[in-house]
């Protein structure tokens, strides 16, 4: 094809002159050019969707593709890479939406319902009356063979006969301009929630294109998937009296964070308004499935996983699986859960089935396929096998069993091999290997730089399932682009996602699952399910920030005061209590301990990949708890989470440059090692934990100001107290056990941690008396950081806690945490013997350490795990 120099518009000159914005690169040879016809002029499609944006909307292409870039910074849409180490990459979204026209949608549309319906008529068939295998139109080592058949689920009928509700099919376009199904996604299709996500972002860039050209609506589809899950339940909710006359409850089952879509599933989850849940959230009892939440367990009737078949269920499947559900199959087989789609499904993703799919079209369905599947061999077959080396020199060699062939990548991984040296290997394992002819995808119109380039794309559609039998296509899908310098497509290998328009002639539906207006009555229903592990999640959350805002603070005071008079003085005290906090290992510090040796300790335990209580650890752990409750956090308040952990990640690389062998500057990790004598640059580290201390004091701010107060909140809450009423116990009582309480070294540094200075100061200008002193650290109720108020506080949420859910049953909190009223007063606090020593008010910080320890653990095992303990016996 040509080279084009402009952008060839066939309309007015003012769109002539929009034109000379852009440059054209031509698409690859020998591929079908998705913008331009044979003779370079652009595709209907294109040519309106141009022409609606006109010379203003061009000019503004370049600052569209930063708010997209911006949005998903904002929206922290992500995409978790294995090979990253879990670190999860921006998502990747082109600015061009994929237009399709109205015509062409037609056709897609009819092959993907027959490709739904032909699949999970094949799922039926495998696990039902396995007709396809005794008539030899599928071979049984492919079936049985497959990790995705389970043995467990034959003989399982689910409600309605449908196996499937969401089958996903992978489409590309031929040189000739026709559609090939490339793959098959039955097990847990994903792509759903980015398609949506996309949708939203575009659109709303190319308003005008978008409402003009009649864009079909995805909102529709989502609505159709929720009717289908909710009518398929009806049949496990006859024995459900507590969900009379309401919808089924529906979960959205996931891997968790370090799952490759975590983002989808959370967003998913929040569009359609079902709860998101892990394996760990869920428990078996009597043959139902319930949620863990803060009130107790509550039923479950729909799972909507995106879990693999084999970690579903550690009891009959993956005994190794620590994110599958125990017991779910056994619920499912006793009518009392739909999961979808159903465990087992996944053998028909297997490449090898698209040889055997056209005649299984004919028994089955008595159809001819609409849309024709890439050529295919599957190497178990010697006629097949020997056809493809015949007449094939290169193809994909690609697993005919998911984790097959682990001794080389295969695939999108290697591209195209010769075929003759793989010989010896197929001939060896011949059933393992599936040959596929390579194809040349399409190249879809991408934007960057003022240029119109073009790569190779796959469109992903998706068929929802309505409990009639009938499938509904939803008008878009999941289109993705191939990356730079790469002929195949994957997100995982530098690919890129684009937004899919499906154009129609008539004006399309407004439809949208976004919420409706409310009536009075709607509010008195409403009613947010708060499952234990977002409880946890809560809990920890406010346990990491202060823990990292105590070790923020002594971790100041101590680098400020090494070098001060007081340093010698107060040295073993910093010693401890920097032990204490897991500032330092016990065993990370040289002999002799100096100011020197402890100050390399301190600096070389700073980041997140050294002792499990740095401030770094602590940071990440914030970040991680909150990351798991997103949808509870402001977009502030989630940067400012965000920022803190990755501005000290950045402080920590530049902390420590030394001099290497020929003087020249290099650059040094802040662990390498407690006896490390290399020099590191104070002054920036005092800065960091300077601007982390505002940070963490927002995050706080954030937390009190920014969050809805519900029972979960509480938890938060409580997680902050017994941190904070625990540390400040812990400050006391080592600084009286060293006898620096009545000196002026040991007053500065308790005032400093309870950053109280200016408070005392206002109070008792001048004064250093331990009766004042105490007073404003553990009696005074309106000092936040007071041991006793924050005690006090404490208290009473952990009992609004147990009354909002419902822990009567349970042994009261005041049981575990006596009143502050029997705690001893100030002056027996003040009563030192003959040594000096405060003995009271050693005692008493250690019983509250002890009394906020007891309710942590309480916690834990009445909300989080719905274990009994043994007090919650006694009192039951």
Same mark, same amino acid.
């Given at each position: 094809?040509?080279?084009?120099?402009?952008?060839?518009?066939?309309?007015?000159?003012?769109?002539?002159?929009?034109?000379?914005?852009?440059?054209?690169?031509?698409?690859?040879?020998?591929? #079908?050019?998705?913008?331009?016809?044979?003779?370079?002029?652009?595709?209907?499609?294109?040519?309106?969707?141009?022409?609606?944006?006109?010379?203003?909307?061009?000019?503004?292409?370049?600052?569209?593709?930063?708010?997209?870039?911006?949005?998903?910074?904002?929206?922290?849409?992500? $995409?978790?890479? $294995?090979?990253?180490?879990?670190?999860?990459?921006?998502?990747?979204?082109?600015?061009?939406?994929?237009?399709?026209?109205?015509?062409?949608?037609?056709?897609?549309?009819?092959?993907?319902?027959?490709?739904?319906?032909?699949?999970?008529?094949?799922?039926?068939?495998?696990?039902?009356?396995?007709?396809?295998?005794?008539?030899?139109?599928?071979?049984?080592?492919?079936?049985?063979?497959?990790?995705?058949?389970?043995?467990?689920?034959?003989?399982?009928?689910?409600?309605?006969?449908?196996?499937?509700?969401?089958?996903?099919?992978?489409?590309?376009?031929?040189?000739?301009?026709?559609?090939?199904?490339?793959?098959?996604?039955?097990?847990?299709?994903?792509?759903?929630?980015?398609?949506?996500?996309?949708?939203?972002?575009?659109?709303?860039?190319?308003?005008?294109?978008?409402?003009?050209?009649?864009?079909?609506?995805?909102?529709?589809?989502?609505?159709?998937?929720?009717?289908?899950?909710?009518?398929?339940?009806?049949?496990?909710?006859?024995?459900?009296?507590?969900?009379?006359?309401?919808?089924?409850?529906?979960?959205?089952?996931?891997?968790?964070?370090?799952?490759?879509?975590?983002?989808?599933?959370?967003?998913?989850?929040?569009?359609?308004?079902?709860?998101?849940?892990?394996?760990?959230?869920?428990?078996?009892?009597?043959?139902?499935?319930?949620?863990?939440?803060?009130?107790?367990?509550?039923?479950?009737?729909?799972?909507?996983?995106?879990?693999?078949?084999?970690?579903?269920?550690?009891?009959?499947?993956?005994?190794?699986?620590?994110?599958?559900?125990?017991?779910?199959?056994?619920?499912?087989?006793?009518?009392?859960?739909?999961?979808?789609?159903?465990?087992?499904?996944?053998?028909?993703?297997?490449?090898?089935?698209?040889?055997?799919?056209?005649?299984?079209?004919?028994?089955?369905?008595?159809?001819?396929?609409?849309?024709?599947?890439?050529?295919?061999?599957?190497?178990?077959?010697?006629?097949?096998?020997?056809?493809?080396?015949?007449?094939?020199?290169?193809?994909?060699?690609?697993?005919?069993?998911?984790?097959?062939?682990?001794?080389?990548?295969?695939?999108?991984?290697?591209?195209?091999?010769?075929?003759?040296? #793989?010989?010896?290997?197929?001939?060896?394992?011949?059933?393992?290997?599936?040959?596929?002819?390579?194809?040349?995808?399409?190249?879809?119109?991408?934007?960057?730089?003022?240029?119109?380039?073009?790569?190779?794309?796959?469109?992903?559609?998706?068929?929802?399932?309505?409990?009639?039998?009938?499938?509904?296509?939803?008008?878009?899908?999941?289109?993705?682009?191939?990356?730079?310098?790469?002929?195949?497509?994957?997100?995982?290998?530098?690919?890129?996602?684009?937004?899919?328009?499906?154009?129609?002639?008539?004006?399309?539906?407004?439809?949208?699952?976004?919420?409706?207006?409310?009536?009075?009555?709607?509010?008195?229903?409403?009613?947010?399910?708060?499952?234990?592990?977002?409880?946890?999640?809560?809990?920890?959350?406010?346990?990491?920030?202060?823990?990292?805002?105590?070790?923020?603070?002594?971790?100041?005071?101590?680098?400020?005061?090494?070098?001060?008079?007081?340093?010698?003085?107060?040295?073993?005290?910093?010693?401890?209590?920097?032990?204490?906090?897991?500032?330092?290992?016990?065993?990370?510090?040289?002999?002799?301990?100096?100011?020197?040796?402890?100050?390399?300790?301190?600096?070389?335990?700073?980041?997140?990949?050294?002792?499990?209580?740095?401030?770094?650890?602590?940071?990440?752990?914030?970040?991680?708890?909150?990351?798991?409750?997103?949808?509870?956090?402001?977009?502030?308040?989630?940067?400012?989470?965000?920022?803190?952990?990755?501005?000290?990640?950045?402080?920590?690389?530049?902390?420590?440059?030394?001099?290497?062998?020929?003087?020249?500057?290099?650059?040094?990790?802040?662990?390498?090692?407690?006896?490390?004598?290399?020099? $590191?640059?104070?002054?920036?580290?005092?800065?960091?934990?300077?601007?982390?201390?505002?940070?963490?004091?927002?995050?706080?701010?954030?937390?009190?100001?920014?969050?809805?107060?519900?029972?979960?909140?509480?938890?938060?809450?409580?997680?902050?107290?017994?941190?904070?009423?625990?540390?400040?116990?812990?400050?006391?009582?080592?600084?009286?056990?060293?006898?620096?309480?009545?000196?002026?070294?040991?007053?500065?540094?308790?005032?400093?941690?309870?950053?109280?200075?200016?408070?005392?100061?206002?109070?008792?200008?001048?004064?250093?008396?331990?009766?004042?002193?105490?007073?404003?650290?553990?009696?005074?109720?309106?000092?936040?950081?007071?041991?006793?108020?924050?005690?006090?506080?404490?208290?009473?949420?952990?009992?609004?806690?147990?009354?909002?859910?419902?822990?009567?049953?349970?042994?009261?909190?005041?049981?575990?945490?006596?009143?502050?009223?029997?705690?001893?007063?100030?002056?027996?606090?003040?009563?030192?013997?003959?040594?000096?020593? $405060?003995?009271?008010?050693?005692?008493?910080?250690?019983?509250?350490?002890?009394?906020?320890?007891?309710?942590?653990?309480?916690?834990?095992?009445?909300?989080?795990?719905?274990?009994?303990?043994?007090?919650?016996?006694?009192?039951?």
């Amino acid at each position: 094809m040509a080279f084009q120099s402009t952008f060839p518009f066939e309309a007015s000159a003012a769109h002539a002159d929009a034109s000379s914005l852009l440059r054209l690169v031509p698409a690859h040879e020998g591929h #079908w050019d998705e913008l331009r016809d044979a003779s370079g002029a652009l595709r209907e499609p294109w040519r309106q969707f141009f022409e609606r944006l006109g010379e203003d909307g061009i000019a503004r292409l370049e600052g569209h593709r930063a708010s997209v870039a911006q949005q998903i910074r904002d929206n922290d849409i992500s $995409y978790n890479v $294995y090979a990253d180490n879990g670190e999860p990459r921006a998502w990747a979204l082109d600015l061009l939406p994929f237009l399709i026209s109205e015509a062409e949608w037609a056709q897609i549309e009819r092959g993907v319902t027959q490709r739904a319906h032909l699949l999970n008529a094949v799922v039926a068939d495998i696990y039902g009356p396995q007709t396809l295998l005794q008539r030899g139109q599928l071979p049984p080592a492919l079936v049985f063979g497959h990790p995705g058949y389970l043995r467990s689920v034959k003989g399982y009928a689910p409600p309605g006969g449908q196996f499937l509700q969401v089958v996903a099919v992978d489409l590309a376009r031929a040189p000739n301009g026709d559609w090939t199904v490339m793959a098959h996604r039955t097990e847990a299709p994903s792509g759903l929630g980015y398609a949506l996500e996309n949708r939203l972002i575009v659109s709303s860039l190319f308003a005008d294109p978008f409402r003009a050209m009649h864009v079909s609506r995805l909102a529709p589809s989502y609505s159709q998937l929720i009717s289908t899950l909710v009518q398929a339940a009806q049949a496990t909710m006859s024995d459900d009296p507590s969900r009379a006359d309401r919808s089924p409850h529906i979960a959205l089952l996931t891997p968790g964070p370090f799952s490759e879509t975590y983002f989808e599933h959370v967003f998913l989850a929040r569009y359609l308004g079902v709860t998101l849940v892990e394996g760990k959230d869920l428990t078996v009892r009597d043959d139902m499935l319930y949620l863990k939440t803060l009130a107790g367990l509550e039923r479950v009737h729909v799972v909507l996983r995106r879990l693999d078949d084999a970690f579903c269920d550690p009891v009959e499947l993956r005994a190794d699986s620590t994110i599958g559900v125990p017991g779910l199959l056994q619920v499912m087989r006793a009518g009392n859960v739909v999961v979808s789609n159903v465990p087992g499904a996944g053998f028909v993703e297997s490449p090898a089935l698209h040889g055997f799919l056209p005649g299984i079209a004919e028994v089955l369905l008595d159809e001819d396929l609409v849309l024709p599947s890439v050529a295919t061999w599957w190497c178990g077959e010697k006629a097949a096998r020997e056809h493809a080396f015949a007449h094939l020199d290169e193809a994909l060699i690609v697993p005919t069993w998911p984790l097959a062939a682990r001794d080389a990548p295969l695939g999108v991984e290697q591209g195209k091999q010769r075929l003759g040296a #793989w010989r010896e290997r197929i001939e060896a394992a011949p059933g393992s290997y599936t040959i596929q002819q390579a194809q040349r995808f399409s190249c879809t119109p991408r934007y960057e730089d003022g240029t119109l380039g073009a790569r190779p794309s796959v469109l992903r559609a998706y068929a929802i399932a309505d409990v009639n039998g009938g499938w509904h296509v939803m008008p878009g899908g999941f289109t993705r682009m191939a990356g730079e310098r790469r002929s195949t497509v994957s997100m995982q290998y530098g690919g890129s996602s684009v937004d899919t328009w499906v154009l129609s002639s008539q004006p399309t539906s407004t439809f949208t699952l976004l919420p409706s207006p409310m009536q009075p009555a709607d509010l008195a229903r409403k009613h947010r399910t708060v499952s234990s592990r977002a409880a946890e999640n809560l809990f920890w959350a406010g346990r990491y920030g202060e823990r990292a805002e105590n070790n923020v603070r002594l971790l100041r005071f101590i680098l400020g005061s090494l070098e001060g008079n007081d340093a010698e003085a107060m040295f073993a005290t910093l010693v401890e209590l920097a032990l204490h906090c897991g500032l330092v290992q016990p065993g990370d510090m040289s002999a002799p301990h100096t100011p020197q040796a402890f100050e390399r300790a301190l600096v070389a335990n700073l980041s997140e990949s050294t002792g499990a209580a740095s401030i770094g650890q602590n940071l990440s752990c914030q970040a991680r708890s909150n990351g798991e409750v997103r949808g509870r956090l402001s977009n502030d308040h989630w940067r400012t989470i965000l920022a803190s952990r990755n501005d000290f990640r950045d402080a920590l690389q530049t902390l420590m440059p030394v001099a290497g062998s020929n003087g020249a500057p290099q650059q040094a990790q802040p662990n390498g090692g407690a006896n490390d004598t290399r020099r $590191y640059d104070r002054v920036t580290l005092m800065n960091a934990l300077e601007r982390l201390s505002v940070q963490l004091s927002a995050i706080s701010g954030a937390q009190g100001d920014r969050m809805t107060r519900d029972e979960a909140w509480r938890l938060l809450f409580a997680g902050r107290h017994i941190e904070r009423v625990s540390a400040m116990s812990a400050f006391v009582r080592i600084v009286a056990e060293k006898g620096q309480l009545a000196t002026p070294a040991g007053f500065d540094l308790l005032l400093q941690l309870f950053d109280s200075t200016l408070t005392y100061r206002a109070l008792y200008p001048g004064r250093f008396e331990v009766p004042a002193l105490l007073d404003l650290l553990v009696i005074e109720p309106t000092n936040p950081r007071g041991i006793y108020g924050v005690y006090d506080r404490l208290r009473k949420k952990l009992d609004e806690i147990a009354v909002a859910a419902g822990s009567a049953r349970h042994r009261p909190f005041a049981e575990l945490m006596p009143p502050t009223a029997s705690l001893p007063a100030l002056a027996s606090l003040c009563e030192a013997d003959s040594n000096g020593a $405060y003995a009271a008010l050693i005692s008493v910080c250690d019983q509250i350490g002890s009394f906020a320890g007891a309710a942590a653990h309480e916690i834990s095992a009445r909300y989080f795990s719905h274990a009994s303990t043994v007090a919650s016996q006694v009192w039951s």
